[in-house]
């Protein structure tokens, strides 16, 4: 056989072995449920990846995008963005992920821009989810990075650009390792006697005093 | 008993505090009635109500409710922790639980958008993605699937987040209620996939939830395939609507956030998706400013949830002491309990049944003569896993953490038999 002639019979064999294998480990069907439709995926796989893949075609400014905002988002997130009540701050907070009290923003904290236009799409404004256009959630996230000093005023935001943004704190994320850093907590033998020193009270709950009245219970319809 | 020489140098001032109280118009706590009663009880010679005159016939209670006498058994929610409660979390009574299942009425609910109502025909799960065909089941076409039962252990990744930067609630249900552990019913997801065909390149599942929040959040295959359920049932019956009906997925040991309800759609990919909340919530902030992602597993955690400031000692004399305790990695091997703040430990009584990535109940009887307790449980699981203390953790993540915290709770029982959250130093 010549040198060709063998590899490529090498390559048939290898090829039925590879199939032989997948056939073998094939999962039987049980035939239940049906092939969904182009138009029933198309309904409902609106989600966008971090590398843009799903993002729809469109574009909203950031003068588009805060009028957008001062109507339908300010009354929770505050007019610059810097949060109303318990509802979250959107703007701010660069610099503060090591202080005290972190503010954990778009600016400060989200890492990657394609998943904020996802959220911002599948569930805003809260109580009337799905309500704005591809254009309009293209405004109204040029406009939280325009809060956020991470575009110019005069910026367009596109399905063409979006992945070109990078957000401030992109590397600021790593995979769970509490299995190497947290290794010591692997002690099949801790102690059981006379361990440590005499425990002092460090803090009380009853000085801090934000318990809901435990008398009071809610009424049960 | 070790504790013995450390409680009797609290006798005294534990003795002061509670004669304090008392003057105050609080009870000290005393000895079971039966032991000092001098004259007959009523409620023996006395005939009751409910022995004269008949009760409510059947049909009364067509779907029954606990008694009228445990209206304070509920799930509660503390309002300052979020902006509404449509997007709030409220809390499971564990210190009123007894056994290991939580009744379905009383297990936590988390919602981001609310309940979605849905009717269960108009209810549909796609499978899209890297598949070999894109798929669309009803609900008859799941429980038309091979099924299966098993109890595991739901617990929210913010349980115990507010105590972070030392004790802030007070009572179990507050600081460890984000908790609930059911007897699931479903089928495996796998078979779904296998339904659909995985290509070569399927490495992540999206889960995506038919509420108005559209809950997503990405799944390692490996995990997929391993032991997540699809479950239309807890407890024995439907899923309640506050807890997905009517399908959900059960991620065994994992953080609760990623057991979407009301599941419409999985999208299976090469790469997880960075979701909201996986990457804007529910990672964990560390001190050096950045966050651990993608902290899927629970690990192993207790709390003694009697005493506890809910449940405070009401004699002196024989107690029992119980709790829960549990772990993402495998079953719960052994809890030790202390009575004096952590320096001395006793192993706990664990109550079959012992399940994997499932709440387990742990006793330990103890006498009491109305010292002051600090006292703690710690737990360690098949992996050898020992629950830190609080301080162990915050030395390696800080304060700013909010999920994962499954530190040592420290309740201290002061000599009336009243219990406080509090930390050590």
Redesign the interface.
């Known amino acids: 056989m010549s040198n060709w002639a063998r590899r490529l019979a090498t390559l048939v064999v290898a090829g039925l072995l590879a199939h032989g294998a997948a056939a073998a480990e094939k999962?039987?069907?049980?035939g239940?449920?049906?092939?969904?439709l182009p138009a029933?995926?198309a309904a409902?796989?609106t989600?966008v990846?971090?590398?843009g893949q799903g993002l729809p075609p469109g574009r909203g400014t950031v003068k588009q995008g805060e009028e957008i905002y001062l109507a339908r988002c300010a009354s929770?997130h505050g007019e610059f963005a810097q949060g109303a009540?318990?509802?979250p701050a959107l703007a701010g907070g660069q610099g503060s992920?090591?202080a005290d009290r972190?503010n954990?923003t778009?600016g400060s904290?989200?890492?990657?821009l394609?998943?904020?236009f996802?959220?911002t799409r599948?569930?805003m404004p809260?109580?009337n989810?799905?309500s704005l256009s591809a254009d309009e959630t293209y405004a109204v996230v040029a406009f939280l990075l325009n809060l956020n000093d991470i575009v110019k005023d005069d910026f367009e935001l596109s399905d063409k650009n979006l992945t070109s943004i990078r957000m401030p704190n992109a590397d600021?994320?790593?995979?769970?390792?509490?299995e190497t850093?947290?290794k010591k907590?692997?002690?099949?033998n801790?102690?059981?006697?006379?361990?440590?020193g005499?425990?002092?009270?460090?803090?009380?709950?009853?000085e801090?005093n934000?318990?809901?009245d435990?008398k009071s219970?809610?009424k049960?319809d | 008993m070790p504790e013995k020489s450390y409680s009797d140098r609290f006798t005294r001032r534990g003795l002061l505090s509670a004669a304090g109280l008392a003057g105050a118009g609080i009870a000290l706590p005393r000895r079971g009635v039966a032991a000092e009663s001098t004259k007959p009880d009523p409620a023996i010679t006395e005939v009751q109500d409910w022995q004269r005159q008949l009760g409510e016939g059947v049909d009364k209670r067509a779907y029954g409710s606990p008694s009228k006498f445990e209206q304070h058994v509920v799930r509660r929610n503390v309002p300052w922790l979020t902006a509404a409660p449509e997007s709030a979390a409220n809390f499971t009574p564990l210190h009123a639980l007894e056994g290991i299942i939580t009744p379905s009425g009383l297990c936590f609910e988390r919602h981001h958008s609310g309940i979605a109502e849905i009717d269960p025909q108009k209810h549909r799960l796609m499978i899209n993605g890297l598949v070999d065909k894109s798929l669309v089941f009803t609900m008859d076409d799941i429980r038309r699937m091979p099924r299966s039962s098993r109890i595991c252990f739901l617990e929210c990744a913010a349980n115990t987040g507010m105590e972070w930067r030392g004790a802030q609630l007070n009572g179990c249900q507050f600081t460890h209620g984000m908790i609930h552990n059911v007897m699931y019913t479903g089928v495996p997801l796998k078979a779904l996939l296998d339904e659909a065909g995985l290509r070569p390149n399927a490495k992540w599942l999206m889960l995506e939830g038919g509420d108005a929040a559209g809950m997503n959040r990405s799944l390692p295959i490996e995990k997929a395939l391993t032991d997540v359920m699809l479950a239309f049932a807890m407890n024995g019956e439907a899923l309640r609507p506050e807890q997905g009906y009517p399908l959900r997925a059960v991620i065994p040991g994992w953080e609760g956030n990623l057991w979407v309800k009301w599941l419409r759609r999985i999208e299976v990919g090469d790469k997880p998706w960075a979701a909201r909340e996986e990457s804007a919530r529910y990672t964990d902030l560390l001190a050096d400013g950045r966050a651990r992602q993608y902290t899927f597993i629970m690990d192993a955690k207790s709390v003694v949830t009697n005493p506890s400031p809910q449940a405070p000692l009401r004699y002196r004399g024989r107690n029992v002491l119980s709790g829960f305790a549990w772990s993402g990695r495998g079953t719960v091997r052994r809890v030790d309990v202390s009575l004096d703040g952590g320096r001395n430990w006793k192993s706990a009584q664990l109550e079959a049944p012992v399940l994997d990535k499932s709440m387990t109940r742990f006793y330990l009887d103890f006498e009491w003569n109305g010292e002051e307790l600090l006292v703690q449980s710690r737990a360690m699981d098949s992996s050898g896993y020992v629950q830190p203390t609080k301080n162990e953790l915050r030395k390696i993540r800080g304060v700013n953490s909010v999920y994962h915290n499954n530190g040592i709770q420290t309740w201290l029982v002061r000599g009336n038999g009243e219990a406080e959250n509090v930390e050590l130093g």
């Open positions: 999962p039987s069907k049980m239940l449920g049906r092939e969904a029933e995926v409902w796989d989600d990846k971090p590398d929770c009540g318990r509802w992920l090591k972190p954990k778009v904290f989200w890492p990657q394609a998943p904020l996802d959220y599948r569930t809260w109580g989810a799905r600021g994320f790593f995979a769970d390792d509490r850093a947290e907590f692997w002690n099949r801790p102690c059981m006697k006379n361990c440590g005499v425990p002092k009270i460090t803090s009380r709950a009853g801090a934000i318990t809901p435990a219970v809610p049960v």
